[in-house]
């Protein structure tokens, strides 16, 4: 199916069954993101087009591929999942098979993928508690005869999540905005140089050394 061309044409790029996605699908894309349940009106305003316009690009996108399904996002935290760990997997080679037929028995995973490096893939879940973490590795994915060897990394803060990227996004907020304040210098002390994000964890022994120093 192809797409009207309509306003908002500019650098296509063919997609799916042959949908030439444009600035225009893009921007409809854009609202799609903020909020999925945009009324076929609201959309047309917020992308400048007309409503059968807007309604026509919409089912285009959804038949094309471009749009697989509508979900809603939840707030895990409240339930009930405060807990999220990254398990990285190696996995024996001739065992794939097992090892993605196991997966899939598991619905606590979230997310699972094929990586490159040290590990064969990455598994996330969301869990109650450390201990239900602890449980699932060592219960079951040790148990799993395709799993060689696990390394459990427990995550502190989610920063950002989006429920997608797309094209249109490149370059945007590269450049600093007219106005803004520049960056805060790293203040002196013992923090100094490390990257940003990164902890540095003293001993107390250390620590005590350091204050008599300062005194």
């Avoid at 949908?19 to 409809?28: M, N, P, V």
């Avoid at 807007?54 to 285009?60: I, N, P, S, V």
């Avoid at 028995?105 to 598994?123: F, K, L, R, S, W």
Wanted: net charge positive; hydrophobic share 45%.
């Amino acid at each position: 199916m192809s797409s009207n061309t309509g306003s908002g044409g500019g650098a296509a790029g063919r997609i799916g069954i042959g949908l030439e996605l444009d600035a225009t699908h893009l921007k409809i894309l854009e609202v799609l993101r903020e909020n999925g349940r945009v009324s076929v009106s609201a959309l047309a305003e917020r992308v400048g087009i007309s409503r059968a316009n807007a309604y026509t690009r919409f089912e285009a996108l959804r038949a094309d591929g471009v749009i697989r399904r509508f979900t809603a996002e939840i707030d895990h935290q409240r339930a009930g999942l405060g807990i999220v760990a990254l398990i990285f997997v190696t996995v024996r080679q001739q065992m794939w098979r097992q090892f993605r037929a196991q997966l899939a028995q598991m619905p606590e995973v979230e997310y699972c993928a094929i990586t490159t490096g040290q590990h064969d893939a990455m598994i996330q879940v969301r869990m109650a508690d450390v201990a239900e973490v602890h449980a699932m590795v060592t219960e079951r994915l040790a148990n799993i005869p395709a799993v060689k060897a696990t390394e459990t990394v427990f995550i502190l803060d989610e920063v950002l999540r989006r429920p997608y990227v797309l094209p249109s996004d490149r370059g945007r907020g590269a450049a600093r905005r007219p106005g803004a304040a520049p960056a805060p210098e790293p203040e002196q002390g013992h923090g100094q140089g490390l990257p940003l994000g990164k902890m540095r964890f003293v001993g107390a022994a250390e620590g005590r050394a350091a204050l008599r120093d300062e005194s």
